[in-house]
């Protein structure tokens, strides 16, 4: 089982920054496959931006070259910074870990882009 716990949702103007943290349990943190996904009310949960195992990263449409996914295997932490925040990125997001057959989500973080 791995504990998920994240953080750095908040309340930004349009155009603002925000960066989210996830934080996973266990000791082969290395082997994780990650990833931010969120979640509108009435929509379902789509993927935001991904890390591989193998360290490939992939973003969806509308975020990139707004949002960036790193990762420090030191902190089993990876983080999600969001730039040029826009309305339509308000949302639930939620952090995702893959490792093996299986697969853990977080309890989500609201994050509400609003003027």
């Known amino acids: 089982q791995v504990q998920i716990v994240e953080s750095g949702g908040d309340l930004v103007q349009p155009g603002g920054s925000l960066r989210l943290s996830c934080t996973a349990s266990?000791?082969?943190?290395?082997?994780?496959?990650m990833g931010w996904y969120r979640q509108t009310p009435g929509n379902q949960r789509e993927l935001v931006a991904s890390?591989?195992?193998?360290?490939?990263?992939i973003y969806t449409d509308s975020v990139k070259g707004r949002f960036t996914i790193s990762r420090d295997n030191a902190k089993n932490t990876v983080y999600l910074q969001m730039d040029s925040l826009k309305l339509e990125d308000t949302a639930v997001y939620y952090c995702?870990?893959?490792?093996?057959?299986?697969?853990?989500w977080g309890q989500g973080t609201q994050v509400t882009v609003s003027s």
């Open positions: 266990g000791t082969d943190f290395r082997s994780y496959s």
């Open positions: 890390f591989s195992r193998g360290g490939n990263i």
């Open positions: 995702r870990v893959v490792y093996g057959a299986s697969g853990y």
